[in-house]
């Protein structure tokens, strides 16, 4: 049976919109010109912004705008007046930390939803009720609390207030990601959306008496990056995520692939609609990932740094399908592939099929071993079924 909660997807381009609307998302969130807390890479212009909103809203879905970030005095006005382009495009809420912008968003556009930012490390019923007074519809709760935290939250706050948690992807080593190691270290604000990762690098000791002596730092398994932490993965307790009342599930990853949200969200769509969860875990783990963990859902993070800092994955992106016509695919490169490899087909809603690379042609005809040129437009033929929109992936281990 279809799980009623939302399953929240994040974008950074219109590719991984597209992505996670045709597999599976009821709702997507991104960044815009103002106030979000990813580079500018993964965020959308004013215009980009409009046609999001259109695209999301004729699959009957709904667009968040993240407006996350801690404002600056010469940000608030200009706060408002963003708030009511939002709304007036039809974006369907802002997610926000900072209190002073969601009195401006009240005040300019108060029709427009808010949603708490995770940034605000919301984790009590007091403070959950307290930002409901002030107009906030949804809680994007706190990643500390516990599920026996979020079942009291719940239980103590009014009906009306929504709450959302995450259920997947990378997390930060601070409080809900209020870190300042980036801007001591290279002057780029993790608050400000600029962070540069330096909790990610390995890191050695050097004794105050011997400068220049370097000591390794190394857990169990020879790891020196300590502060990386695991990536989140809930796949196995939504229901219990849900039991306890959270009503979104949501998804990090703005920076992402669009392969990557495609296979995440198809992955957890699939699960909240009663698929194999053994297939839909097998799944995760064909994306770009640190071990995963499930955070502090359970109480203590167990074991959540106790890795090398290393991405791991057992599949690799090789094209997008484009069309199927008469049994050939059309297809984009995006990374090497060649005659004689299985190749699997990523689909919504379905397990993955695998084929052999029989033949490559060019669109002039030609015949190619391999395909090493990204974004290439090629032809291979194919007899599992495949679609405009469907992805190809080279399976590396298995």
């Not at 390995?202 to 011997?210: D, F, G, V």
Request: charged share 25%; glycine share 8%; proline share 3%.
């Amino acid at each position: 049976m279809r799980m009623g909660a939302e399953l929240l997807a994040p974008a950074g381009d219109m590719e991984s919109l597209e992505a996670a609307l045709r597999f599976g998302a009821d709702a997507v969130y991104v960044g815009g010109e103002l106030l979000q807390l990813r580079a500018k890479s993964a965020g959308f212009d004013k215009s980009a912004l409009a046609l999001a909103s259109e695209r999301v809203h004729r699959e009957k879905k709904r667009l968040y705008v993240a407006l996350n970030s801690l404002a600056k005095n010469e940000e608030i006005p200009l706060a408002g007046e963003y708030a009511v382009a939002l709304y007036d495009m039809g974006v369907d809420a802002v997610i926000v930390s900072d209190l002073g912008v969601i009195a401006q968003v009240r005040r300019a556009a108060p029709k427009l939803e808010i949603h708490l930012s995770t940034q605000a490390s919301c984790m009590n019923y007091a403070a959950a009720t307290a930002y409901h007074e002030l107009g906030v519809k949804r809680i994007v709760l706190a990643r500390e609390t516990t599920v026996e935290d979020i079942a009291k939250i719940r239980a103590m706050t009014p009906k009306a207030l929504e709450l959302e948690a995450f259920v997947h992807g990378a997390m930060c080593m601070a409080v809900s990601g209020r870190c300042v190691i980036s801007s001591y270290l290279t002057g780029r604000s993790g608050n400000r959306g600029e962070c540069a990762q330096p909790c990610r690098w390995s890191y050695a000791l050097m004794e105050e008496k011997r400068p220049g002596e370097f000591f390794p730092i190394v857990e169990d398994g020879g790891c020196t990056a300590i502060l990386s932490s695991h990536d989140l993965c809930c796949i196995d307790m939504l229901d219990e995520l849900a039991a306890a009342g959270v009503t979104s599930f949501k998804i990090e990853g703005r920076m992402k692939t669009a392969y990557y949200v495609a296979s995440v969200v198809n992955a957890y769509r699939m699960a909240m609609d009663g698929g194999d969860l053994e297939y839909c875990r097998r799944e995760l783990e064909g994306v770009k990932h640190r071990p995963y963990s499930d955070g502090f859902y359970h109480g203590y993070v167990r074991n959540n740094h106790a890795n090398d800092g290393r991405y791991r994955h057992e599949c690799v992106f090789v094209g997008n399908v484009l069309e199927n016509r008469d049994g050939f695919l059309k297809v984009r490169q995006r990374n090497n592939f060649k005659v004689g490899e299985t190749l699997e087909v990523l689909s919504p809603g379905r397990r993955a099929e695998s084929f052999e690379v029989s033949e490559i042609l060019t669109e002039t005809g030609d015949k190619r071993d391999a395909a090493p040129h990204p974004n290439e437009i090629l032809y291979i033929p194919c007899d599992v079924k495949a679609e405009a929109g469907d992805f190809l992936r080279r399976r590396e281990n298995g």
